[in-house]
């Protein structure tokens, strides 16, 4: 069984550092092709993905908001990190894992329930 | 950018067929995926590489992708598939994922 789990801190400050950890099972990072997204979705918005790292421990980010993010894996505590810097209120988001299978790549197949960071001073 | 246009919403009566656009420019070159996405839970792959259907999906559910439009297709419309649907490529020139703006779909 497949699952993801998102964790991270509800609410940061501007300026902050986001830390968000993807804790997964039912599945490993090392085998080829797969891979594990972070992907977000503002309140009342649109979905946008944000970065991905797979199972060659290849990343991969969103043109608009690479100088903020970095990715990393750990595939011994099957865990995903993503760090976003610098935080601002327009950052405030659901913040979603998500998983890409060897026969569906490019796309999504499992999701986490997705965890909400709020950004305020 | 690489831009996904999609309608902000479609109304359609219960057991009626409701048709969900997505617009991208060399859509021809690309596989479109489509989520559902209903109030307060995560998206759900309901169909994969323009009209493949992932275990679990009813048969009412269906795409197509032709020109530069993809269309996600619902038959027989029902209560429950009230939901937000948001189209979705892998663009490989620039090596990230792009969401279209979602439709709201709305079960008169």
Not at chain 1, 41 to 58: I, N, S, T
Not at chain 1, 59 to 77: A, E, G, V
Not at chain 2, 4 to 31: E, M, N
Request: hydrophobic letters at 30%.
């Amino acid at each position: 069984q497949v699952t993801l789990k998102e964790s991270s801190p509800a609410l940061l400050k501007p300026t902050q550092t986001l830390t968000l950890t993807c804790t997964f099972s039912g599945f490993s990072l090392s085998t080829s092709g797969m891979s594990v997204s972070w992907i977000r979705q503002p309140p009342g918005k649109a979905l946008e993905w944000l970065a991905l790292v797979d199972w060659e421990d290849d990343k991969y980010y969103t043109t608009s908001l690479k100088t903020r993010l970095t990715i990393s894996r750990d595939t011994s505590k099957n865990q995903v990190v993503l760090t976003m810097a610098n935080m601002d209120p327009v950052d405030t988001a659901t913040y979603y894992c998500a998983r890409s299978a060897p026969n569906l790549r490019g796309t999504f197949d499992y999701w986490g329930q997705g965890t909400l960071v709020t950004v305020s001073s | 950018s690489y831009v996904l246009t999609q309608t902000p919403s479609v109304s359609v009566a219960p057991g009626k067929t409701a048709r969900i656009t997505c617009g991208g420019d060399k859509f021809g070159s690309k596989s479109v995926h489509w989520f559902q996405q209903r109030p307060g839970q995560a998206p759900v792959l309901v169909i994969s590489y323009d009209s493949d259907r992932p275990s679990g999906i009813p048969e009412r559910f269906s795409g197509s992708n032709s020109g530069n439009t993809a269309t996600l297709t619902i038959s027989r419309v029902e209560a429950g598939d009230e939901a937000d649907y948001y189209c979705q490529v892998w663009h490989s020139g620039r090596d990230e994922a792009v969401f279209g703006g979602g439709t709201k779909l709305t079960v008169l």
